[in-house]
């Protein structure tokens, strides 16, 4: 009845839910043009991954790295969290082919040490509640049985060590913090430098690796040492006067003393570089205090170098285990570079072999309490339509020589634009040449078979879904080719230092902008990076508008919130598309006047054809996604509303009787409702006859529409999508003879 049911929910428009139609995808079943599993073949030895000219590639047939026969290898994925990294036995190898057909080659391991579990069969954590590392081998053989499945349909892993544990001072024999204070939530950044700690981490990480069996495994594609945490950031952030107390204070302050009599020998040298001292204060007596963040900027440059040098020894030190236990080839990488600290991420991980990044549009945010289920809002906004300016400084926050990714983005839900993140991230990736994008994230669970949409998860958030194979095949087979011109732009010592104490955090473009001029929106004409450089300062373009790519396959136009895709196999339109008609290459897009005026609308060929002269397309059009009510009566769809009234934010209308602000982030309940984006589409193509099928929840083919929606045009046809009569659905298989 299920299965029925999910192929019957698209044809069902309900009128009273004013431009909404039911729509829910069949992930088990998904096949047909919807189906890009064409692009994954089981990884054997040969697909083993390593990090070669600044890039990631597979070693090839030889076995050996840096030989001819190396490939490229771009990584494209969602990450699996809690307890969606355990699925049971019988789960293990349905997900796996889910999200191969979804074209995913990478799935990011997360938060698998966040909540050990006191009873082992739970499997909601790598760990159980006994002395840290104490792995749960119910978990390990599910995971074990995760890898083997995600390998046989060709998917790697990013085995992330510490993201969330929290060290129990009596259980663990770490020191507790005075008076009744607690340790700072998932230990950060006491977890960096306490040596106890940093031991137990190797220790888990010898123990983790070993338990996997993955020396040698291809499935193990790299290794991310610590989630969003160093002591930099800490100290930008204004976290160490905070939590680094009692015996931790007093080990930072040994290791800050004999840092400074490394480097400065004696009192009166250190006095003179500083230009004064407090005279109880001496290297003599290894008492000198750690620097508050208004100290002068000769102590700051001090202390943010000494923190840099111990996020560097702390990532040392787990890198060497990792080689120890697998081999020196495995990627590795510290923490995310803006929780790095930002420019001096790039000191700090020297060692490392390459860079990762985070970044979220309109993340949730928590006015009173983080992490309320029923007390949160969002602004409800859209990444085209505010100049695209988060992934303008993830572009300058890359570091030339050294692979590129980013682990964790998402525009969550209920933001009503969100259907333009996946595919638009995937070709500015594409034409930035980074190495790997991770959706965060495929299930925070096991409830796999859920139907509604919930929070960050990908799995029943059918608005990302439906469009999520297309972004793949432009990312990993480079349908938006890379910009032709790499503009470097160096950044000296003084420069990070500077940024560094001021705060800068992750706002790389922000700084370079204020620092030198930088225009962010270069990164929208040419590739950018950076690189550790004294070298002077280089002469840059200014950016005329529209903002066109070097290769003219993108084209942002500011002013209209409209980003333009017109690559030979992939073309689309994303933003605020009004009643204008926009052309993007082989397509012009206009809305319908039912429409609410924000397209994500993209059409790719099936065939490795140029579009016009393809015998097989998709084109998606999906819209925002609610569930229903819980407690409606009669059964309506979720609202958006303003949060307490305010029209700058908005959130979930809460249950009848709440008394909250907030419905949670996952009450829906089934049926799922899409919006409707009634539109227009104008296909530039060489053939004579253009049959077009809606398709079902499972990616088949529907009754085609009818001749009335098919126009004739001159070089080509216009298709009425999504028209009052039609079948409703968010995807279409154009066939071409």
Same mark, same amino acid.
């Given at each position: 009845?299920?299965?029925?049911? /999910?192929?019957?929910?698209?044809?069902? &428009?309900?009128?009273? %839910?004013?431009?909404?139609?039911?729509?829910?995808?069949? &992930?088990?079943?998904?096949?047909?043009?919807?189906?890009?599993?064409?692009?994954?073949?089981?990884?054997?030895?040969?697909?083993?991954?390593?990090?070669?000219?600044?890039?990631?590639?597979?070693?090839?047939?030889?076995?050996?790295?840096?030989?001819?026969?190396?490939?490229?290898?771009?990584?494209?994925?969602?990450?699996?969290?809690?307890?969606?990294?355990?699925?049971?036995?019988?789960?293990?190898?349905?997900?796996?082919?889910?999200?191969?057909?979804?074209?995913?080659?990478?799935?990011?391991?997360?938060?698998?040490?966040?909540?050990?579990?006191?009873?082992?069969?739970?499997?909601?954590?790598?760990?159980?509640? $006994?002395?840290?590392?104490?792995?749960?081998?119910?978990?390990?053989?599910?995971?074990?049985?995760?890898?083997?499945?995600?390998?046989?349909?060709?998917?790697?892993?990013?085995?992330?060590?510490?993201?969330?544990?929290?060290?129990?001072?009596?259980?663990?024999?770490?020191?507790?913090?005075?008076?009744?204070?607690?340790?700072?939530?998932?230990?950060?950044?006491?977890?960096?430098?306490?040596?106890?700690?940093?031991?137990?981490?190797?220790?888990?990480?010898?123990?983790?690796?070993?338990?996997?069996?993955?020396? $040698?495994?291809?499935?193990?594609?790299?290794?991310?040492?610590?989630?969003?945490?160093?002591?930099?950031?800490?100290?930008?952030?204004?976290?160490?006067?905070?939590?680094?107390?009692?015996? *931790?204070?007093?080990?930072?302050?040994?290791?800050?003393?004999?840092?400074?009599?490394?480097?400065?020998?004696?009192?009166?040298?250190?006095?003179?570089?500083?230009?004064?001292?407090?005279?109880?204060?001496?290297?003599?007596?290894?008492?000198?205090?750690?620097?508050?963040?208004?100290?002068?900027?000769?102590?700051?440059?001090?202390?943010?170098?000494?923190?840099?040098?111990?996020?560097?020894?702390?990532?040392?030190?787990?890198?060497?285990?990792?080689?120890?236990?697998?081999?020196?080839?495995?990627?590795?990488?510290?923490?995310?570079?803006?929780?790095?600290?930002?420019? +001096?991420?790039?000191?700090?991980?020297?060692?490392?072999?390459?860079?990762?990044?985070?970044?979220?549009?309109?993340? *949730?945010?928590?006015?009173?309490?983080?992490?309320?289920?029923?007390?949160?809002?969002?602004?409800?906004?859209?990444?085209?339509?505010?100049?695209?300016?988060?992934?303008?400084?993830?572009?300058?926050?890359?570091?030339?020589?050294?692979?590129?990714?980013?682990?964790?983005?998402?525009?969550?839900? &209920?933001?009503?634009?969100?259907?333009?993140?996946?595919?638009?991230?995937?070709?500015? #990736?594409?034409?930035?040449?980074?190495?790997?994008?991770?959706?965060?994230?495929?299930?925070?669970?096991?409830?796999?078979?859920?139907?509604?949409?919930?929070?960050?998860?990908?799995?029943?958030?059918?608005?990302?879904?439906?469009?999520?194979? %297309?972004?793949? +095949?432009?990312?990993?087979?480079?349908?938006?080719?890379?910009?032709?011109?790499?503009?470097? =732009?160096?950044?000296?010592?003084?420069?990070?230092?500077?940024? $560094?104490?001021?705060?800068?955090? #992750?706002?790389?473009?922000?700084?370079?902008?204020?620092?030198?001029?930088?225009?962010?929106?270069?990164?929208? =004409?040419?590739?950018?990076?950076?690189?550790?450089?004294?070298?002077?300062?280089?002469?840059?373009?200014?950016?005329?508008?529209?903002?066109?790519?070097?290769?003219?396959?993108?084209?942002?136009?500011?002013?209209?919130?409209? =980003?333009?895709?017109?690559?030979?196999?992939?073309?689309?339109?994303?933003?605020? +598309?009004?009643?204008?008609?926009? #052309?993007?290459?082989?397509?012009?897009?206009?809305?319908?006047?039912?429409?609410?005026?924000?397209?994500?609308?993209?059409?790719?060929? +099936?065939?490795?054809?140029?579009?016009?002269?393809?015998?097989?397309?998709?084109?998606?059009?999906?819209?925002?996604?609610?569930?229903?009510?819980?407690?409606?009566?009669?059964?309506?769809?979720?609202?958006?509303?303003? *949060?307490?009234?305010?029209?700058?934010?908005?959130?979930?209308?809460?249950?009848?009787?709440?008394?909250?602000?907030?419905?949670?982030?996952?009450?829906?309940?089934?049926?799922?409702?899409?919006?409707?984006?009634?539109?227009?589409?104008?296909?530039?193509?060489?053939?004579?006859?253009?049959?077009?099928?809606? =398709?079902?929840?499972?990616?088949?083919?529907? /009754?085609?529409?009818?001749?009335?929606?098919?126009?004739?045009?001159?070089?080509?046809?216009?298709?009425?999508?999504?028209?009052?009569?039609?079948?409703?659905?968010?995807?279409?298989?154009?066939?071409?003879?």
């Amino acid at each position: 009845m299920r299965t029925l049911l /999910a192929l019957t929910l698209v044809l069902v &428009p309900l009128a009273a %839910q004013e431009n909404f139609y039911r729509f829910a995808a069949d &992930p088990d079943r998904l096949g047909g043009a919807a189906d890009f599993s064409f692009l994954n073949r089981a990884l054997t030895p040969a697909d083993r991954l390593f990090v070669r000219d600044g890039h990631f590639f597979r070693v090839g047939k030889d076995l050996k790295p840096n030989t001819g026969d190396d490939e490229r290898v771009r990584l494209f994925g969602t990450n699996a969290v809690f307890s969606g990294a355990f699925p049971e036995e019988g789960d293990a190898d349905r997900i796996a082919r889910r999200l191969r057909k979804l074209g995913v080659n990478v799935v990011r391991l997360h938060h698998m040490d966040t909540s050990p579990d006191r009873d082992p069969e739970e499997a909601r954590s790598i760990l159980t509640t $006994g002395p840290y590392p104490t792995l749960n081998p119910v978990s390990v053989k599910r995971l074990r049985r995760f890898l083997d499945a995600l390998k046989a349909e060709g998917i790697y892993v990013n085995v992330n060590l510490h993201v969330g544990y929290e060290f129990r001072p009596q259980v663990d024999g770490v020191p507790e913090l005075p008076g009744s204070a607690r340790l700072p939530s998932q230990s950060k950044p006491l977890h960096v430098f306490y040596p106890r700690m940093v031991e137990l981490q190797v220790e888990f990480t010898r123990k983790l690796l070993q338990a996997l069996h993955l020396k $040698g495994d291809p499935v193990l594609a790299m290794v991310e040492i610590n989630n969003e945490s160093s002591l930099v950031d800490a100290f930008q952030r204004g976290l160490l006067e905070r939590t680094v107390l009692g015996a *931790y204070k007093t080990e930072l302050e040994r290791q800050w003393n004999a840092f400074l009599l490394a480097k400065y020998k004696d009192t009166s040298a250190l006095r003179a570089a500083w230009g004064g001292l407090n005279q109880v204060q001496s290297l003599e007596a290894r008492n000198v205090a750690l620097p508050v963040r208004e100290a002068p900027a000769p102590q700051l440059e001090d202390f943010l170098s000494f923190l840099v040098e111990r996020d560097a020894e702390y990532l040392r030190r787990m890198r060497e285990v990792v080689a120890e236990v697998t081999d020196r080839w495995v990627p590795v990488t510290g923490t995310q570079i803006g929780f790095g600290g930002g420019l +001096l991420h790039f000191d700090s991980h020297a060692g490392m072999d390459y860079n990762d990044n985070h970044f979220y549009i309109d993340h *949730y945010n928590f006015p009173n309490v983080r992490w309320d289920a029923r007390d949160w809002r969002i602004r409800d906004s859209s990444s085209v339509g505010s100049g695209l300016s988060t992934f303008l400084n993830i572009a300058a926050s890359r570091e030339l020589g050294r692979p590129y990714t980013i682990s964790e983005f998402n525009q969550p839900w &209920p933001n009503r634009q969100a259907a333009e993140i996946v595919p638009t991230l995937a070709a500015f #990736g594409a034409f930035q040449d980074w190495d790997g994008l991770m959706q965060f994230a495929y299930s925070h669970n096991r409830n796999w078979d859920s139907k509604v949409t919930s929070g960050f998860d990908l799995n029943a958030d059918w608005t990302k879904f439906v469009s999520f194979g %297309q972004a793949a +095949l432009i990312y990993r087979r480079g349908l938006v080719q890379p910009g032709r011109k790499m503009i470097e =732009l160096p950044v000296s010592r003084q420069w990070r230092l500077r940024a $560094g104490r001021e705060r800068r955090l #992750g706002a790389v473009a922000a700084f370079l902008e204020a620092a030198a001029g930088y225009d962010p929106s270069l990164a929208l =004409l040419h590739r950018v990076g950076l690189r550790k450089s004294e070298a002077a300062w280089p002469a840059l373009p200014k950016p005329a508008t529209p903002l066109r790519a070097d290769t003219g396959e993108l084209i942002y136009e500011r002013e209209a919130r409209t =980003l333009i895709v017109r690559a030979p196999m992939a073309a689309g339109v994303f933003g605020y +598309l009004d009643r204008r008609q926009v #052309g993007a290459g082989a397509i012009e897009v206009e809305l319908a006047p039912s429409a609410r005026g924000f397209a994500a609308i993209l059409a790719t060929a +099936l065939d490795e054809q140029p579009l016009e002269k393809s015998r097989r397309l998709l084109v998606t059009l999906p819209g925002c996604t609610f569930g229903t009510q819980p407690g409606s009566d009669p059964p309506r769809m979720q609202r958006l509303i303003p *949060y307490a009234g305010d029209e700058g934010w908005f959130t979930i209308e809460p249950e009848p009787g709440s008394g909250r602000p907030s419905g949670p982030r996952s009450a829906g309940v089934e049926p799922t409702w899409m919006e409707r984006v009634e539109s227009f589409l104008t296909l530039r193509t060489s053939g004579r006859r253009l049959t077009v099928y809606p =398709l079902d929840g499972a990616g088949a083919r529907l /009754a085609p529409l009818n001749a009335g929606a098919i126009e004739r045009v001159p070089g080509g046809f216009r298709l009425h999508l999504q028209a009052e009569g039609q079948p409703l659905s968010p995807w279409y298989e154009l066939v071409i003879e």
